[in-house]
């Protein structure tokens, strides 16, 4: 079997990486499975990217498209003219994309077109709001999938309601938590931590929805609250590029501390020793289910209920009040301590790759 792989941009490369180690190691044991890498180009610095290879132990990729930036559309039409062209040159028998990114469409779009089957990881869950890319990306990449790898019950019901044989489907856990298990031993402490005096504790913050980032106005009045609601506490904000375009000139409480975005062992081993995380991404809400830290998040829906009916994660939307609420309580130490999804064991890509063996071998 021969099996393009396709990652991205940052959230994918944790979901790729736990997969080709056990494509490796399914191979040394005699599997004719072959596979090849593709990035899109789409995360191209240093920071979002090479040292996510370094860390996660990811070979270089067999191609990298050099998409780049865009808007949503120029994004996703510059990887899908690429892509095409890497297929025509390098036929496989399917090609498999993780997540929600404009990658993960615009590859599973060619792939489909070109006849070529698509396998979905982390398919089926949904947000249920049609204004964020990914929720968009989510909806049509499954729709066009033949195989969806699961992370939990709920997404599975999401797509038998979109119509999809329950035979495609099958729940395997989450690719993520073997990337967290994967590394644990090897986290690296930031030096950032070194200009905390005594022994507060911090919270960590990490900012890129442009609900919450692309209005200076906004991304301010959430900076302010926060400091205001937790002054005795530093809180570490690594800025992600996004967010760093609309920060130009921006007076920043000293008590925030500014840093460039971490690279996988730093950040894991950052949010390991918080006290809570404040966020807005999707895979921190898992990470820190998994881990057992509170985790606040400044958003209206979340596409892993999960987190908030079994793990640590609590949903604050735009309000910030709620957030001044939820911060002290998180302080008094009223927080829930959660409990983990099934299969989040990291076994996950084993189970993923034992699948593909029986489908195409
Ligand atoms: C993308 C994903 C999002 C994911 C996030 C994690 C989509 C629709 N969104 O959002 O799901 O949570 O990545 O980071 O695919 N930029 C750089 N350097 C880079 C990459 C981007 O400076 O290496 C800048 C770009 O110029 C752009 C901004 O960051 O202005 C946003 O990049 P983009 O890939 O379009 O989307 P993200 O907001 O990163």
């Known amino acids: 079997m021969r099996l393009t792989l396709v990652a991205g941009a940052r959230p994918n490369f944790m979901k790729i990486a736990p997969i080709i180690h056990a494509l490796d190691q399914a191979k040394a044991k005699g599997q004719k499975i072959y596979h090849q890498l593709v990035h899109t180009g789409q995360h191209y610095d240093d920071a979002l990217s090479t040292y996510f290879f370094e860390d996660l132990g990811i070979p270089p990729p ?4 050099a998409a780049g930036s865009g808007t949503q559309s120029q994004q996703t039409a510059s990887i899908m003219i690429a892509f095409e062209q ?12 993780v997540g929600d990114v404009n990658s993960t469409l615009a590859c599973s779009l060619v792939a489909k077109k070109l006849l070529i089957d698509v396998i979905h990881v982390e398919a089926g869950i949904r947000s249920g709001d049609r204004t964020m890319p ?3 990306n989510r909806i049509a990449t499954d729709a066009i999938s033949d195989y969806f790898f699961t992370t939990t019950a709920e997404a599975d019901e999401n797509l038998i309601r979109q119509g999809i044989d ?4 099958f729940l395997v856990g989450n690719t993520m938590i073997d990337s967290l298990l994967m590394t644990r031993e090897h986290w690296l402490r930031p030096h950032l931590l070194e200009s905390i005096k005594g022994d507060p504790g911090y919270v960590v913050l990490t900012l890129h929805r442009p609900s919450n980032v692309d209005d200076r106005r906004i991304l301010n009045a959430i900076l302010d609250r926060i400091n205001f609601s937790i002054p005795d506490l ?6 992600h590029p996004r967010t760093r375009k609309n920060m130009v000139g921006m007076k920043v409480h000293p008590n925030i501390l500014l840093a460039e975005p971490m690279r996988y ?18 895979g921190i809400q898992e990470e820190t289910t998994f881990l057992h830290k509170p985790c606040i998040t400044l958003r209206n829906t979340t596409e892993r209920p ?12 735009e309000n910030l009040d709620k957030l001044e609420v939820v911060l002290k309580r998180m302080v008094n130490g009223e927080w829930k301590s959660g409990s983990i999804p099934a299969l989040w064991d ?11 063996g029986q489908i195409y071998l």
């Open 265 to 282: 062992l730093e950040f894991m081993y950052l949010i390991n020793g918080s006290r809570a995380v404040i966020t807005d991404s999707g």
């Open 86 to 97: 890497y297929l025509l040159e390098n036929p496989c028998d399917a090609v498999l994309v």
């Open 346 to 356: 990291g076994k996950t890509s084993e189970r993923i790759v034992k699948k593909l």
């Open 62 to 65: 067999d191609r990298n498209l």
């Open 306 to 317: 999960e987190t908030v009916v079994l793990g640590t994660n609590e949903l604050i939307g």
């Open 166 to 169: 329950k035979a495609r489907i």
């Open 134 to 136: 990914e929720e968009i």
């Open 234 to 239: 530093p809180i570490i904000f690594p800025v």
